[in-house]
């Protein structure tokens, strides 16, 4: 079975701090891929990011951050300098053989 | 280049009444997908289809839900009868034709059972 797990439910932060949402998951697939989507409140899922197993190597986009630990069974996303329109839900997913899993999601509250 | 599209926006109905979601897909994609969402959760995949087919429906509760993909482009989800439980909102997403591919979604139908 594939699972996902955000712990935080929320996280409130000043204009330009640093924060890092948590994803941890579950899977018995040996290939397997990982996303990150932002869901802002029009609703509209985004796509943010996409790793599959076999490349550990971290990203960064901008002031976007990824950190993809095999050993541990997480991919974690990190913002730099958050703003205020980084405020929305994100969520982690994985995908093995079988259907795209959605983790419940992480909502982030910039304030100015 | 036009995004997925899904329509209504909102609905508002009683429970027993029946309820349509229609979802235009990004032109070019062959699968699509209906996810659920309720309140504070991410989104659950309700019927993915490749082109025409349903090849993955082990989550659609088929005693009041179906779906349907015509000529594999435009996708129907519709509910017969709505209970009060069936408030959500619903997302359609389409993607090419692999796991690897992301997925578009679109701003999805926000459905109130009263």
């Known amino acids: 079975a594939q699972k996902v797990t955000q712990a935080q439910t929320e996280i409130s932060v000043v204009e330009k701090e640093d924060v890092t949402l948590d994803c941890v998951y579950e899977?018995?697939?040996?290939?397997?891929?990982l996303f990150w989507y932002k869901q802002p409140p029009s609703g509209e899922l985004v796509f943010l990011i996409r790793?599959?197993?076999?490349?550990?190597q971290n990203e960064i986009s901008g002031r976007y951050s990824w950190n993809f630990q095999k050993s541990t069974s997480s991919f974690n996303f990190t913002i730099t300098a958050s703003q205020v329109v980084d405020s929305a839900v994100y969520f982690c997913?994985?995908?093995?053989?079988?259907?795209?899993?959605f983790g419940t999601g992480t909502r982030l509250l910039v304030s100015p | 280049e036009a995004g997925v599209v899904q329509s209504p926006r909102y609905k508002i109905i009683e429970k027993k009444q029946p309820v349509a979601f229609w979802c235009n897909p990004i032109?070019?994609?062959?699968?699509l997908y209906w996810y659920r969402q309720n309140l504070g959760q991410g989104p659950e995949l309700l019927i993915r289809?490749?082109?025409?087919?349903?090849?993955?429906d082990s989550q659609l509760p088929k005693d009041r839900f179906s779906a349907e993909r015509l000529k594999g482009v435009d996708s129907t989800l519709k509910i017969q009868p709505a209970e009060l439980g069936d408030s959500a909102v619903y997302l359609c997403?389409?993607?090419?034709?692999?796991?690897?591919?992301?997925?578009?979604f679109g701003s999805g139908t926000q459905l109130s059972v009263l």
């Open positions: 997403a389409s993607s090419l034709e692999d796991r690897r591919e992301k997925l578009f």
């Open positions: 032109s070019g994609h062959n699968t």
């Open positions: 289809y490749e082109n025409e087919e349903a090849v993955d």
């Open positions: 790793r599959n197993s076999f490349d550990e």
């Open positions: 899977t018995r697939d040996t290939t397997y891929y």
């Open positions: 997913a994985l995908r093995g053989f079988q259907k795209l899993v």
